[in-house]
C-alpha cells in the first residue's frame, strides 16, 4: 500500500508540476485582491522617485524600496557613454539579489499609481525583469491608489530587506529588444511600425530634453503619448484590450503590426510596450533601449518635422 501511494505522489508530481509551487503568477496584471490573498507569499517592489513617501506617506505592507532613478545606469556601448540603459546580466543580478528577489520569488512591482509616470517607472522594472527571462512577476493594476482605494491601509514601518539570490540563468529575450541596427532599417521597412511614445510638443520639434541631442522624430514614426493610457485623473489602472485597440487604431496605428517603442530614453514607452504586448497580446512588440537619448549621440541619423527651426 504505501508503494502505491508513493507510486501515486510520483504520478500526480509529474503530470501537474504547478503543485511544486506555493503560488503561480495568474497574469501579467493583478488585482488588489489577489494582492491581499497571496500578500505573504510575494515579494513586493514598490517603484518610486519620491523615496521619502515611502516611509511618509506609505506602502503595502512588506514592500521593498526600489529607487527608480536606480533601475536603469550608464553604460558604455559601442565606445560611446549611454545613460538611462538597462543593466549588463551582472549589474541586474546584483540589483535585484539587493532587492530581495531570488530565483524561485513571486514578485509584484507596483507604485504610487498617481501619475502616468508612475506606471512607466515601474513598467521599466517589469520589461527588464523579462528581458533578463524572470516569469514570475506581474504588476498591481492602480497600483498603491488602488490598494487604499480598495479600503486596504497602507503601512508607514520600515521595511529590512532580506537579501536574495538572483542568477540570470536563461538567455536574454531580443525578441522584446530593439536595437540600433534594427531602428535603422525600420525606417525604410513599411511592415514595421515605428511609435514614438513621447508628448506631442517632443514629437513634433518644439521641445527636446537635455539628454536628447536634436528636434523631432525618427522619421517615418508614428505618435502615441504615453499618457493616452491613463487620460484621466486618480488611479492609473491600465486600459483594457479593447480599449488598447481604440486608442491606437484612432491614431492610424495598427497595434497588430510588428512595432518598435521608443521615447526619449526608453522609459515612458516600456507603459506602452506593457499595454500592446502584456495586455493587448501582441508579441511583435519592441522596446528601443538607447532611444533618442542613443540616437541623436550620432549626428548623422536622421530626424525629420523640426518646427523649431
Same mark, same amino acid.
Given at each position: 500500500?504505501?508503494?502505491?501511494?508513493?507510486?501515486?505522489?510520483?504520478?500526480?508530481?509529474?503530470?501537474?508540476?504547478?503543485?511544486?509551487?506555493?503560488?503561480? $503568477?495568474?497574469?501579467?496584471?493583478?488585482?488588489?485582491?489577489? /494582492?491581499?490573498? #497571496?500578500?505573504?507569499?510575494?515579494?513586493?517592489?514598490?517603484?518610486?522617485?519620491?523615496?521619502?513617501?515611502?516611509?511618509?506617506?506609505?506602502?503595502?505592507?512588506?514592500?521593498?524600496?526600489? #529607487?527608480?532613478?536606480?533601475?536603469?545606469?550608464?553604460?558604455?556601448?559601442?565606445?560611446?557613454?549611454? %545613460?538611462?540603459?538597462?543593466?549588463?546580466?551582472?549589474?541586474?543580478?546584483?540589483?535585484?539579489?539587493?532587492?530581495?528577489?531570488?530565483?524561485?520569488?513571486? !514578485?509584484?512591482?507596483?507604485?504610487?499609481?498617481?501619475?502616468?509616470?508612475?506606471?512607466?517607472?515601474?513598467?521599466?522594472?517589469?520589461?527588464?525583469?523579462?528581458?533578463?527571462?524572470?516569469?514570475? !512577476?506581474?504588476?498591481?493594476?492602480?497600483?498603491?491608489?488602488?490598494?487604499?482605494?480598495?479600503?486596504?491601509? @497602507?503601512?508607514?514601518?520600515?521595511?529590512?530587506?532580506?537579501?536574495?539570490?538572483? #542568477?540570470?540563468? =536563461? =538567455?536574454?529575450?531580443?525578441?522584446?529588444?530593439?536595437?540600433?541596427?534594427? /531602428?535603422?532599417?525600420?525606417?525604410? &521597412?513599411?511592415?514595421?511600425?515605428?511609435?514614438?511614445?513621447?508628448?506631442?510638443?517632443?514629437?513634433?520639434?518644439?521641445?527636446?530634453?537635455?539628454?536628447?541631442? &536634436?528636434?523631432?522624430?525618427?522619421?517615418?514614426?508614428?505618435?502615441?503619448?504615453?499618457?493616452?493610457?491613463?487620460? @484621466?485623473?486618480?488611479?492609473? /489602472?491600465?486600459?483594457?484590450?479593447?480599449? $488598447?485597440?481604440?486608442?491606437?487604431?484612432?491614431? =492610424?496605428?495598427?497595434?497588430?503590426?510588428?512595432?518598435? @517603442?521608443?521615447?526619449?530614453?526608453?522609459?515612458?514607452?516600456?507603459? !506602452?510596450?506593457?499595454?500592446?504586448?502584456?495586455?493587448?497580446? =501582441?508579441?511583435? !512588440?519592441?522596446?528601443?533601449?538607447?532611444?533618442?537619448?542613443?540616437? %541623436?549621440?550620432?549626428?548623422?541619423?536622421?530626424? %525629420?518635422?523640426?518646427?523649431?527651426?
Amino acid at each position: 500500500m504505501l508503494l502505491r501511494f508513493l507510486q501515486t505522489i510520483i504520478f500526480s508530481w509529474a503530470i501537474f508540476p504547478a503543485f511544486a509551487y506555493s503560488l503561480v $503568477i495568474p497574469s501579467p496584471l493583478v488585482d488588489t485582491d489577489w /494582492v491581499s490573498e #497571496n500578500i505573504e507569499d510575494l515579494v513586493i517592489l514598490d517603484v518610486r522617485k519620491d523615496l521619502d513617501s515611502f516611509s511618509e506617506q506609505g506602502h503595502i505592507r512588506g514592500a521593498n524600496l526600489v #529607487n527608480t532613478k536606480k533601475v536603469r545606469v550608464t553604460r558604455t556601448i559601442d565606445g560611446v557613454e549611454l %545613460t538611462r540603459m538597462r543593466p549588463d546580466q551582472a549589474g541586474f543580478e546584483r540589483f535585484m539579489s539587493a532587492h530581495g528577489v531570488s530565483n524561485n520569488s513571486i !514578485v509584484l512591482i507596483t507604485h504610487q499609481g498617481q501619475t502616468p509616470g508612475d506606471v512607466a517607472g515601474a513598467a521599466r522594472l517589469y520589461w527588464q525583469m523579462k528581458y533578463y527571462g524572470f516569469e514570475q !512577476v506581474s504588476m498591481l493594476d492602480g497600483g498603491d491608489a488602488a490598494w487604499t482605494a480598495s479600503m486596504e491601509e @497602507l503601512s508607514k514601518d520600515s521595511t529590512k530587506v532580506k537579501s536574495g539570490q538572483f #542568477n540570470f540563468e =536563461n =538567455n536574454a529575450n531580443n525578441k522584446i529588444l530593439a536595437t540600433i541596427e534594427e /531602428v535603422r532599417l525600420a525606417i525604410l &521597412d513599411p511592415s514595421i511600425q515605428l511609435v514614438d511614445t513621447r508628448s506631442l510638443r517632443f514629437h513634433v520639434g518644439l521641445d527636446s530634453r537635455n539628454y536628447v541631442y &536634436d528636434l523631432g522624430h525618427i522619421p517615418s514614426s508614428k505618435v502615441f503619448p504615453y499618457k493616452f493610457l491613463h487620460p @484621466l485623473k486618480g488611479v492609473m /489602472v491600465f486600459p483594457t484590450k479593447q480599449q $488598447i485597440k481604440a486608442r491606437f487604431s484612432s491614431l =492610424n496605428i495598427n497595434p497588430d503590426a510588428s512595432i518598435i @517603442l521608443y521615447c526619449n530614453s526608453a522609459y515612458e514607452c516600456s507603459s !506602452v510596450w506593457f499595454s500592446l504586448h502584456e495586455i493587448y497580446g =501582441n508579441q511583435a !512588440v519592441q522596446v528601443y533601449d538607447g532611444s533618442l537619448h542613443q540616437w %541623436t549621440k550620432d549626428a548623422s541619423h536622421p530626424m %525629420t518635422i523640426n518646427l523649431a527651426k
